[in-house]
Structures are given as C-alpha cells and as structure tokens.
C-alpha cells in the first residue's frame, strides 16, 4: 500500500509539471504607427471531461468562461508590453480569416510536432522557417495591425470516476491511467510577411483559464518572451 500512494504522489507531481519552450526571430515590436497593433485570432481554447473509461467529452461551461477570462487576461498583458490588441469574434470574421485560422492550426502543430519534438522535417531540422505565406497581408490590411497573434490550448481533467479508476488500476499493479493533461501553443504571425516570428509550447501547470486570477498567471506562461515594444 506504501509502495501504491508513492507511486501516485509522483505521478501526481509529474502531472504538474510545468514547463514552455520558445523560439524568437524578433527582437521587438515595429510599426509604422505610434503603437504595434496587434490582432488577436479567436482564441482556440478547449476544455474537455475524461469519463471513466477514458472518453473525452467537451465541457462547453468551462470552454467558455476559459475563452472569456483569456480575452480580459491577455488585454492587460498586452498593455504592459506596450501594444495595441484587437480582439477579433469568432462570429465577426471573414472568409480569409476563416481560412488563416484553419492554416495555422495545420501548421502550428506540426511545428510543435516536428520542430519541438524530435522527429524533424528533412530540410527543416533545427532551423525554424515557417510562414503562413504573404497573402496573409490582406488582414493586416483589413484592420490595420502588425502582428497577428494564434492561440491553441487544450484541456483534460478527469472525472471522479477516472481518479478512482487510475487509483484501483495502480493498486492492482496495472501501471499508470491517464487522469488529465493540458498544453498548447501561441504563435505571433508578422502580416506583411506571413512569417512565424515567435512561437511558444507550454505543458501542465502554467496556470487555470476556469478563473480570472489563474488566467492571469496562464497568459503570462503561454506569453512567454514574446517580443515587445
């Protein structure tokens, strides 16, 4: 029983790991006007229930008050780095930032798959070159900003059930169950070039968008050395 509680204090703790790693090509912010502005692309933040048998089920509830508190969160950061953010509504966006959305979801993936992880693209390896392509200017463009900023993020906390069933399954020497994870990644898009100038990966433990106060500490960590002014 001793050896079975140890076990799970530890995973328990790697569970909480934290941790984030970044690339940055720019060393600050430029405009043509008085502040960078910047576009803030509706942020992709998702929360999601493991059941017991290991299912993800979307948390719409939780979803929500994630996304909402981000939004506030990353307005202030914004403010002390000297920027200008516009939030853009996911219900206000047109047909080219629709498509822009869905290419940065493909390639900020494979970023952090092949770029952070170790199986690297031939003709990449540890030189980080990535664009969404010129034409991405036509948004810069349309709102009169700098920088476009992505955010992908996800969230899985297990139910009740799946706790006591991680538990029963390392007491009977099963080895470890999944009870939760939550990563994701943020990427600065400069819109004349369509270049990825700035990417960062965080892990568990970087804060709680559910709450304003651990939203706050969240956007500081997914924020993580992003160039400013």
Known sequence: ???TVLALIF?????????????QKLDRLESVGEDPRIILMPPDIRYYVLTAAGMP?????WTEA????????????ANGMGADLKI??????????????????????????HYFGRNKL???????D???????????????ADYALFIHYRDYQATEARVAFAILAAASGFGSIDTGS??????????????IVWFNVVKAGKGEFRNRAGASRAVEGLFDEIPSR
């Open 88 to 113: 853009l509504r996911k219900d206000n966006l047109g047909p080219e930032e629709i498509r822009y959305e869905t290419l940065h979801s493909a390639v900020g993936l494979t970023v952090r798959t």
């Open 130 to 144: 990535w664009s969404l392509g010129p034409e991405i200017n036509a948004i810069g463009e349309n709102h009169n």
């Open 11 to 23: 995973l328990s703790l790697a569970a909480c790991a934290s941790g984030s790693k970044n690339v």
């Open 182 to 195: 939550e990563s994701g990644f943020a990427s600065l898009v400069d819109l004349k070039t369509g270049d």
């Open 57 to 61: 089920e979307p948390h719409r509830e």
């Open 66 to 77: 994630a996304q909402a508190n981000f939004a506030e969160a990353a307005l202030e950061y």
């Open 1 to 3: 029983m001793k050896n």
């Open 122 to 128: 031939p003709g990449k390896g540890e030189n980080f």
